[in-house]
Structures are given as C-alpha cells and as structure tokens.
C-alpha cells in the first residue's frame, strides 16, 4: 500500500490531541438487559454499554413476478425492483467492487472470501462482476470530466504507456486539485488528446475557433476558405467528417503541413470550444507536442535552468482576462503554484 498525500493540518488543528467521543454512523439498536436482583432493590435507571458488531451473510430472495397476458395476446411480467439488473443484487456488486477496488484484494482471494461466507459464486461470475455492466460508472467518470473542463482555471495532463487487454497503449492523466480522470487509448497523438478533451462528443464543428486554429498552424489559405465558405459546418461522427473532406478534395492534398490532420484538429478544437470547455483554462503540461493546443497553444513546459526547476506557463491571448493584461509569459518557480 502506498503512503497518503493527503497534507498535514497547519494551525489550530495541527495542535489537536486525541480523537474524542467516536460516535456511531448508523442508527443503534436498543437492547434491553435485565439484572438478577434481591427483592426489596430499588431501580436506578441504565448504565449505556455501546457495541459495535458486523453480520456477513448470505441474502437469496426468489422473486415471484407475476405473469399476465392481455386480451391482444401479448405477456406482461412483472418488473424486477430498481437496482437488480442480474442474478447477483446490488450490496454483492457493491461489495465485490469496493474489495477489489478500494481493498486490492485479488480476484482469487475475493473468491474464496464471498464463497466463504456463502455465496454460491465463480471466478468468471465474480469477473463479470467486476468488468461488466458499469456504464453508470462510465457515465459518472465522463460527467465528471466535463465539469472539470467547464469550470477549471487550470488542468494538467499526462500520460504514459499502459498495457490494455495484451496490448501497448496510452494512459492520459487529466484533472487538478478538484478532479482526476484517466483514459486508456492507442495513441499518443495531438488528435487523441483533442478526442479526450471533447469528453465524450463525438462532433465535429467548423467555427471560428476552427478556422483561428487551423491559421495559426500555417494551413493553407484556399483550404481554409473551402472549409469557411462550405454551408455545412456541423458533422456528426468521424465518418461525416471524412466524407466532407473528400468531397472538398482535402483527402487527395499532398501538401505540408498535412491539411488532413490539420483540419480534423481544427474541428475538434471547434467542437471542445462550441460545448464551453476550456474557458480561460491554462494546460500544464511536460511540454509534449502533443498537448499544445489551442490557439495560444496554452501549456507550461518544465525545463532546468541553472540546476533549478523552472516552469513556463502560456495563456491563450484570445481568452485573457484582466488578471493577466500584459504578458503572454509567466515564470514560476518551484515553490509557488498556479494561479486560481
């Protein structure tokens, strides 16, 4: 296990001792004891004695759902209650999916545990358990996302090689002190990155912010009017986009910089840019080319200068508030911190 990071408590409460009265989180069960006493005592009320226990075992409900047919032929059945979705109810995935995640406990030795207790469970069925079926958990992680990428005034990124399912991938770190979300992809790519920062859309758009990054990565001038002059501007999926841009002849363009490339990062910086994520936000980074983007190409880049850590921090002039009405260049030393 590794070590918190959680820091220390500074001033009243770094001076704190003791822990004080635990109380209990759950609602306490009275039970009543009765004393074996002389005849002629008098009551003197209770004496409180709190005890704190934990029962594992073993629910198995059958449930018995009605059957009807209508006068049309067709069967109605009863519905299951909220929250059972297979043959193992919700405490059991709860519980297998709080062990394994949060207690690191092994797929064996979870096993061997719930089958210890009772539960008439496999390998493969605790498994399928674990991996299958969390499109809640899928829904929650991206939520979370875009609310980072809504309201941050700052994020970092990362990543570094991962295996997935017996093959070499990419793991991306995004977040900051309020939030944290991974993703697991193929690539390492500018595209990728551009992919994940869209949190989950999947459009492509031609706007403003479009066209201003596409000039600023020195695409070529007819190109752009195309895009620009085109009616359509909206497209669904990857396969609309790449339709478009046949029919415009950009795929047939053998042209540096790659006009193909170049554009599809232009759209998807227009889609990131059309659902408001990234307002005012700055990117910190390693300075790896393929987390320079936006218009400003907004990124702070750690480099040693005279054995000290030294950070670059770009924000993007389109967007500058008043906080930061001169300079594009802020230089931070280690010690100090972004800024809020």
């Known amino acids: 296990m590794e070590k918190g990071t959680t820091p220390k408590p500074t001033g009243k409460r770094a001076h704190r001792h003791g822990r004080g009265k635990a109380r209990p989180r759950v609602s306490v069960e009275e039970q009543t004891l009765k004393a074996d006493v002389p005849v002629g005592s008098r009551f003197k009320g209770y004496e409180n004695f709190v005890v704190q226990d934990l029962v594992l075992r073993v629910r198995v409900i059958r449930y018995r759902r009605e059957r009807w047919v209508t006068p049309d032929g067709r069967t109605v059945i009863a519905p299951l209650p909220p929250g059972v979705t297979g043959h193992f109810g919700p405490e059991l995935r709860r519980c297998?999916?709080?062990?394994?995640?949060?207690?690191q406990v092994t797929v064996p030795r979870l096993v061997a545990q719930l089958q210890a207790i009772g539960v008439n469970i496999s390998k493969r069925q605790v498994m399928r358990l674990l991996i299958a079926g969390q499109d809640e958990f899928l829904a929650e992680a991206r939520d979370v996302l875009r609310a980072g990428l809504e309201t941050a005034s700052w994020i970092t990124v990362d990543d570094t090689g991962a295996r997935h399912k017996g093959s070499n991938g990419v793991c991306t770190q995004i977040g900051n002190d309020n939030f944290a979300w991974f993703a697991t992809t193929s690539s390492k790519s500018r595209l990728n990155f551009l992919d994940l920062l869209r949190a989950g859309y999947t459009d492509y758009l031609i706007n403003d912010a479009a066209l201003t990054?596409?000039?600023?990565?020195?695409?070529?001038?007819?190109?752009i009017a195309r895009l620009a002059e085109h009616p359509?501007?909206?497209f669904a999926d990857p396969v609309a986009w790449q339709a478009h841009l046949e029919r415009l002849g950009i795929t047939a363009l053998t042209v540096t910089p790659d006009p193909v490339q170049i554009t599809t990062e232009g759209a998807l910086w227009g889609s990131i840019q059309s659902h408001d994520f990234l307002p005012d936000t700055v990117i910190v980074s390693d300075d790896a080319g393929q987390f320079a983007v936006g218009p400003a190409r907004a990124m702070l880049g750690a480099r040693?200068?005279?054995g000290a850590q030294t950070r670059y921090l770009y924000r993007p002039s389109a967007?500058?508030?008043?906080?930061?009405?001169?300079?594009?260049?802020a230089?931070?030393?280690r010690s100090e911190s972004l800024p809020h």
Do not use: F, N, S, W
Not at 96 to 103: K, V
């Open 331 to 333: 230089v931070l030393r």
């Open 304 to 306: 040693r200068a005279a």
């Open 96 to 103: 297998a999916l709080a062990q394994y995640h949060q207690g």
């Open 232 to 234: 359509d501007k909206q």
């Open 319 to 329: 967007r500058r508030t008043a906080a930061y009405p001169l300079a594009d260049l």
């Open 213 to 223: 990054y596409m000039r600023e990565r020195a695409l070529a001038g007819p190109i």
